[in-house]
């Protein structure tokens, strides 16, 4: 821990300068529960020094390779790594392989664009891997799923429920993968029994930016999320302490080997709920809750709940299907309703829609559009909030 504080302190112009804006002396920082004298830094602020160059470290070279983000808020952040950080990265997706029995012989579909820049996320230097673009025809994407017959199955929440419809519309069963890891957006429930019923294996969540590399996983309990302890300190805030267990809080994360670009407290955007505890699969590593959604589409309801992007899609499943509607959030109390013709599970649909929304948000107007299709996106984005977003 020290190790890491002492070299962003030693090397990076950014952590100098705010930490002696903050007025904290970082040499006080030696062991983890010292980090919390630190300030927490936000998404904003990081990528201005990341563009900038503030954030790199004293003698990285120009021409190191850089991973463009596609983390949770989007930004388009280029990360740099040097070798062995690029290397400890991509031991992180095997490593969640290996805890869900992963044996050399398997083989593995990783859903990306290849060739091209595969993105981060989706890289793993294993050899055996099938890559199945996700913006392919489904039908192809079907035919690659049954030539392949993988034992493990990667790929964003999205392109994982599309290839399950698929699988189950074309009646192809593959012999269940050992795992199929989701990650890149809220796993939500009925995107998680849609890859269920697909793939015939109950998807494992998978938390992850390309700023951090793998945070947090499931096993074969799926209930918390591991923590790679590591390599990631991670702690769930709420108001700016810890949150109690259950409760939702800030994600903010901290990178114990990163050196070319290290993150200390960075809080990620995200919103998940802090971890119940040892898991009883009896594994030491910490725990976390599962991701909640991105903190800006959070809202908080009338009577002082927050009503997170998870809390939406769940209470919205069985009226609305996933992936053929959307929700915008345009003022304080409109919000607009864009739906296919496939949207709505029955013709009761639209009241029950509106009728949910309300139990979420109290007397809002909700105004329908109907539309053709939602063009096959990496993320869902089913519920956003787009308050204070230049037009
Ligand atoms: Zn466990």
Not at 274 to 292: H, I
């Amino acid at each position: 821990m020290n190790r890491a504080v002492a070299h962003a302190r030693r090397n990076v112009p950014f952590y100098r300068r705010i930490w002696k804006e903050a007025g904290v002396d970082p040499g006080r920082v030696r062991r983890i529960e010292d980090l919390a004298l630190l300030p927490v830094i936000d998404p904003e602020t990081a990528r201005d020094a990341a563009r900038n160059g503030e954030l790199l470290a004293a003698g990285t070279p120009a021409d190191i390779e850089a991973f463009p983000s596609g983390g949770s808020t989007g930004a388009a952040l280029r990360v740099p790594r040097g070798e062995v950080e690029a290397r400890l990265w991509r031991a992180g997706g095997v490593r969640i392989q290996f805890e869900h029995g992963f044996h050399w012989r398997d083989r593995t579909v990783q859903f990306g664009r290849r060739p091209g820049p595969p993105h981060p996320l989706q890289r793993f230097g294993i050899a055996a891997t099938d890559w199945i673009s996700g913006e392919a025809p489904l039908a192809e994407q079907v035919a690659c799923l049954a030539a392949s017959r993988p034992h493990f199955v990667f790929g964003h929440v999205a392109v994982l429920r599309r290839a399950g419809l698929g699988l189950l519309e074309h009646n192809v069963r593959l012999p269940p993968p050992k795992a199929v890891f989701a990650l890149g957006e809220v796993l939500d429930d009925e995107s998680r029994a849609t890859i269920r019923e697909g793939f015939g294996s109950g998807p494992v969540d998978v938390y992850g930016m390309s700023e951090t590399g793998f945070i947090g996983w499931q096993c074969g309990r799926r209930r918390d999320l591991h923590v790679n302890a590591d390599c990631i300190f991670t702690e769930i805030l709420r108001d700016g302490v810890a949150a109690a267990p259950g409760e939702i809080g800030r994600v903010v994360v901290t990178t114990l080997r990163a050196r070319t670009m290290p993150l200390l407290r960075f809080d990620t955007g995200d919103l998940a709920r802090a971890g119940c505890g040892p898991c009883d699969c009896g594994r030491q590593l910490p725990t976390m809750g599962r991701v909640e959604g991105r903190a800006r589409d959070a809202v908080t309801a009338y009577d002082g709940r927050v009503v997170t992007q998870r809390a939406v899609l769940d209470r919205l499943a069985g009226t609305l299907k996933m992936g053929e509607y959307r929700i915008r959030r345009t003022s304080e109390h409109r919000f607009v309703l864009e739906a296919t013709s496939r949207a709505f599970a029955n013709s009761a649909g639209p009241r029950d829609a509106r009728r949910i929304v309300r139990s979420l948000f109290g007397e809002v107007e909700l105004e329908t559009e109907e539309c053709k299709e939602f063009p096959a996106r990496l993320k869902t984005h089913a519920f956003v909030d787009e308050r204070g977003e230049a037009q």
